[in-house]
């Protein structure tokens, strides 16, 4: 079965501290696609990242990396040089990439910066 | 500008009252989606439709109706018999052609039963 876990319920740092936010997922198949959302105080759910299962390679936007593990099941997101502005909560998705693309979320994890 | 905009952002339920909450989108996106969340928790799928008057059932959709009559609106009825109404209801749309398609949301409602 699908399954996403975000096993950080809640990180809190210091305002230009790096922090990852890890997400271990479970599927079965072998095409899969797989996202980061971010939810600040407001409720929307902003689109940060998608990746396929084919591409496993880093990627860097900005202050943003992710780094994709096929063989950890891992997926995990950094953000280098914290701002306040990143407070929010962060959710992992698995999609199978099947007709009905649906998500599987994670249960979140609630990212704090403190000035 | 193109985007998902939901009504109401608040909305309160009376006992034994169906309310109605409303998703449009612009993006000329075919597939809609209405996801519930609740505290501390993912979102989970109540219905999705991926074409105009087709519409299939989510994880959790017992006790919600929807309806896909126009592709830019797919309202949300959350009738009487859900019966823990209260939580956090976010609307998402995406492109129906290809896999692994990116879901982008709406502002979200928040439902409140009195």
């Known amino acids: 079965a699908q399954k996403v876990t975000q096993a950080q319920t809640e990180i809190s740092v210091v305002e230009k501290e790096d922090v990852t936010l890890d997400c271990v997922y479970e599927?079965?198949?072998?095409?899969?696609?797989l996202f980061w959302y971010k939810q600040p105080p407001s409720g929307e759910l902003v689109f940060l990242i998608r990746r396929n299962s084919f591409d496993e390679q880093n990627e860097i936007s900005g202050r943003y990396s992710w780094n994709f593990q096929k063989s950890t099941s891992s997926f995990n997101f950094t953000i280098t040089a914290s701002q306040v502005v990143d407070s929010a909560v962060y959710f992992c998705?698995?999609?199978?990439?099947?007709?009905?693309?649906?998500?599987?979320f994670g249960t979140g994890t609630r990212l704090q910066v403190f000035p | 500008d193109g985007g998902i905009t939901q009504s109401p952002k608040y909305l309160f339920r009376k006992e034994g009252q169906n309310v109605t909450l409303s998703c449009e989108q612009n993006?000329?996106?075919?597939?809609m989606y209405w996801y519930r969340q609740d505290p501390g928790q993912g979102l989970r799928l109540i219905y999705y439709s991926q074409i105009v008057n087709d519409f299939q059932k989510g994880d959790i959709a017992e006790g919600y109706s929807v309806s896909r009559e126009k592709k830019e609106s797919f309202p949300l009825t959350v009738t009487s018999a859900q019966k823990n109404p209260t939580a956090f209801y976010l609307c998402?749309?995406?492109?129906?052609?290809?896999?692994?398609?990116?879901?982008?949301f709406g502002p979200g409602t928040r439902l409140l039963v009195l």
């Open positions: 998705a698995l999609s199978e990439g099947k007709n009905t693309d649906k998500l599987i």
């Open positions: 599927t079965r198949d072998t095409t899969y696609y």
């Open positions: 993006l000329n996106h075919d597939a």
């Open positions: 998402a749309s995406s492109y129906r052609q290809g896999a692994g398609k990116t879901q982008y």
